[in-house]
Nanobody, 120 residues
Framework: QVQLQESGPGLVKPSQTLSLTCTVSGGSITTSYYYWSWIRQPPGKGLEWMGAIAYDGSTYYSPSLKSHTSISRDTSKNQFSLQLSSVTPEDTAVYYC????????????WGQGTQVTVSS
């Protein structure tokens, strides 16, 4: 059973960088052909895919967020991370990490989500 757990600060000040880590257990982030994604849901809105890092380390980003988003991984810890720079209150959301299956739009495992509020 694969499990994902998000961690990071729940409050970030405007203009700062939001940093979250997803720790994966029960499966390796280097296993073909999975993509490890960050997805968020602002209050009252739908899910927004932010980006992903693939099993081979390739990264993919939402065009609307690409300029201030970075996703990386630490294979020794079986973790992948999100950095979102220059945040504004509009970046307030529940942030999820999830495992996607290559060639599909399906996510078979999700973290429980973590609330991040951007406020001074």
């Amino acid at each position: 059973q694969v499990q994902l757990q998000e961690s990071g600060p729940g409050l970030v000040k405007p203009s700062q960088t939001l940093s979250l880590t997803c720790t994966v257990s029960g499966g390796s982030i280097t296993t073909s052909y999975y993509y490890w994604s960050w997805i968020r849901q602002p209050p009252g809105k739908g899910l927004e895919w932010m980006g992903a890092i693939a099993y081979d380390g390739s990264t993919y980003y939402s065009p609307s967020l690409k300029s201030h988003t970075s996703i990386s991984r630490d294979t020794s810890k079986n973790q992948f991370s999100l950095q979102l720079s220059s945040v504004t209150p509009e970046d307030t959301a529940v942030y999820y990490c999830a495992r996607g299956v290559a060639g599909t739009n399906e996510y078979d495992y999700w973290g429980q989500g973590t609330q991040v509020t951007v406020s001074s």
